[in-house]
Every structure is written in structure tokens, then in C-alpha cells.
């Protein structure tokens, strides 16, 4: 069957990948064992709580969006909505991968500008809202436009460097927080209406014929 072919072809390249990171791992000066570390544990079941939510909640557009381009792609393969949730799942994987990674930190510390960096991730996100205006019309855009603010806010906090630990914390994470609530929120609303709407589509033709 398809699925199994494609299923061994998925796990062989998956164990050449892992064969790769384990080859560059050793070349390295590592031990492979560093590949497996335990994720931070605490015995206080709230330390980096918010963190790990804020983490959860990052992957719920990729999840949702990634899950409806497949659906749309059977339901209506040539339409040309389907490119916008493809793309909104591939920047919201992206933001995601860079979240948990801190690819940002490693660009930083090969000697990338902190500016530049941030200068390369506001190219792409302005990349994205001009080419898919049209389709961010037809959504309320206005809840996504306050999770990207709420996220700006929450990342200017961080570059002032503020003495006062508490207040910092706060004024960085709480609006960080309710940014990927908002944009979540958003992309699951979106996609939920896209489907229906493709498939009701689909439907209405199908009496027609």
C-alpha cells in the first residue's frame, strides 16, 4: 500500500538525519548521550510553568494550520487559499523551531547584530502580510495585529534590560503570553472557517452536477 511505502520512506530518511547529528555530534568533541538530555526538571511544578504554556501554545498554529492544508488540499487542491495556510503553517513552524531552539541566541553568538537579526524576522513577517493581504482582509486580522503587538511590546521589554526582576519578568512574559493566546486563537479560527467554507463548496457542487 502508499501509506507503508511512504511511512519506510519517511523512517529511512529520518535515520539518515539522525545518523548526520550523530556523526557531527562526535566530530565535535561530544558524547552522543548529550543528544538525550532530559528536558529541565523541577520538583516545583511551576518554575518555567508560563514558559512551557507559552511553548504549547506555539505549536497549536502549526498543528492546526499543517492539518488543514492537508484537508484542503484533498477538498479543493487548486485553490488558492490553500498557498496562505501552507505559508502560515510554515512561518508559524518557523517561530515555533526558533521558540524552542533559540536559533536567534546562535545567530547572535555566530556575530549577527542583534538588529540584524531582528531586522531578518521583521522582513519575513512583512514578506508574508504583503503577500497574502488580500487573504488577511477576509480574516479578522485585527486579533492577529494584537498578538504581534503584544509580542513587539514583550520583546522590547527584553532589550531594555530593566534592573527590577519582577517588573521585568511581568511586563516580558504576560504580554508574550497572551501574544501566542491571541495569534493561536487566530489561525484556529481561520483554518476552522476555511475548511467549512471549502467544504460546504465542495458540497453545493456535488448537488448541482
Not at 519506510?8 to 535515520?15: G, M, Q
Not at 513552524?93 to 536567534?104: A, D, K, Q, S, V
Not at 479578522?140 to 519582577?166: C, E, R, S
Request: a positive charge.
Amino acid at each position: 500500500m502508499t501509506i507503508y511505502r511512504s511511512l519506510f520512506r519517511f523512517n529511512c530518511l529520518s535515520v539518515l538525519l539522525v545518523g548526520l547529528l550523530v556523526l557531527l555530534t562526535l566530530m565535535s568533541g561530544l558524547q552522543v548521550s548529550d543528544l538525550f538530555f532530559n528536558p529541565f526538571f523541577s520538583p516545583n511544578p511551576t518554575l518555567a510553568l508560563l514558559t512551557r504554556t507559552f511553548q504549547l501554545l506555539c505549536s497549536v498554529p502549526v498543528i492546526v494550520c499543517t492539518f488543514s492544508y492537508g484537508l484542503a488540499k484533498t477538498i479543493q487542491p487548486r485553490h488558492s487559499e490553500n498557498r496562505f495556510i501552507l505559508f502560515s503553517a510554515l512561518l508559524t513552524g518557523g517561530f515555533l523551531l526558533n521558540e524552542i531552539y533559540r536559533i536567534h541566541i546562535y545567530m547572535i553568538a555566530a556575530g549577527i547584530p542583534k538588529l540584524g537579526v531582528c531586522l531578518l524576522y521583521a522582513v519575513i513577517l512583512s514578506s508574508y502580510g504583503w503577500f497574502f493581504r488580500r487573504e488577511l482582509q477576509l480574516t479578522p486580522y485585527k486579533v492577529l495585529l494584537a498578538g504581534l503587538g503584544l509580542l513587539f511590546f514583550a520583546i522590547g521589554v527584553d532589550t531594555l534590560k530593566l534592573q527590577n526582576q519582577i517588573m521585568a519578568s511581568l511586563l516580558e512574559g504576560v504580554p508574550k503570553l497572551f501574544s501566542e493566546i491571541n495569534i493561536a486563537f487566530y489561525y484556529w479560527y481561520v483554518c476552522k472557517y476555511f475548511i467549512e467554507k471549502a467544504f460546504h463548496k465542495t458540497v453545493n457542487s456535488s448537488e448541482k452536477i
